[in-house]
Antibody
């Protein structure tokens, strides 16, 4: 399963903005048949879908994040990004980027290795 | 939101056992369900997609079934490397939602 790669700060202060980037070295994020998601997992807990972006720029977000989230993409750099503002310690988690698409049954077939983000002053 | 109720939350089994994990959706999701295996410190790995299609490279002892609201993942002849946590995912409607997970432990 093709790998993606997350990057970004591992420590964010409360009330600030968490920003992560995901690249897809093995292909292009410009494919019209793919969607690019962020998913998170607090330590010892389950998986939560944060949202996704498509090559068209169309986005879908989890309402549980109450408008704090924005996902964008830069096709020239073959990467997409997550911004989560007004973070609290409840946002401490491992964050994954993942791909799903028409050629893979529309569930996540490719994941990054995950990056731990800790919210702490 | 579509709630995915996964059961059991944990189970103990022995090598060679057959294990069944269930996911129930709060509303019909056709066959828009996948199963994942996650080991500590690793990203989830897809085992089954479209409810019953085996991911390439995944051993045939893993199988999925179901449609609508009831889905099962069966692991036949459990192997030492199968001890992990398993999650279902519904992708029929936004927000996409995961089951709570089933931890399969060694008896």
């Amino acid at each position: 399963q093709v790998q993606l790669q997350e990057s970004g700060p591992g420590l964010v202060k409360p009330s600030q903005t968490l920003s992560l980037t995901c690249i897809f070295p093995g292909g292009s994020i410009s494919s019209a048949s793919d969607c690019w998601s962020w998913i998170r997992q607090p330590a010892g807990k389950g998986l939560e879908w944060i949202g996704q972006i498509q090559a068209s720029g169309s986005t879908n977000y989890n309402p549980s994040l109450r408008g704090r989230v924005a996902i964008s993409m830069d096709t020239s750099k073959n990467q997409f990004s997550l911004n989560l503002n007004s973070v609290t310690d409840a946002d401490t988690a491992v964050y994954y980027c993942a791909r799903r698409g028409a050629n893979s049954g529309w569930s996540f077939d490719s994941w990054g290795q995950g990056t731990l983000v800790t919210v702490s002053s | 939101d579509i709630q995915m109720t996964q059961s059991p939350s944990s189970l103990s089994a022995s090598v060679g056992d057959t294990v069944t994990i269930t996911c129930r959706a709060s509303q019909g999701i056709k066959n828009n369900l996948a199963w994942y295996q996650q080991k500590p410190g690793k990203a989830p790995k897809r085992l089954i997609y479209s409810a019953s299609s085996l991911q390439s490279g995944v051993p045939s002892r893993f199988s999925g079934s179901g449609s609508g609201t009831e889905f099962t993942l069966t692991i036949s002849s459990l192997q030492p490397e199968d001890f992990a946590t398993y999650y279902c995912l519904q992708h029929d409607a936004y927000p996409l939602t995961f089951g709570g997970g089933t931890k399969v432990e060694i008896k």
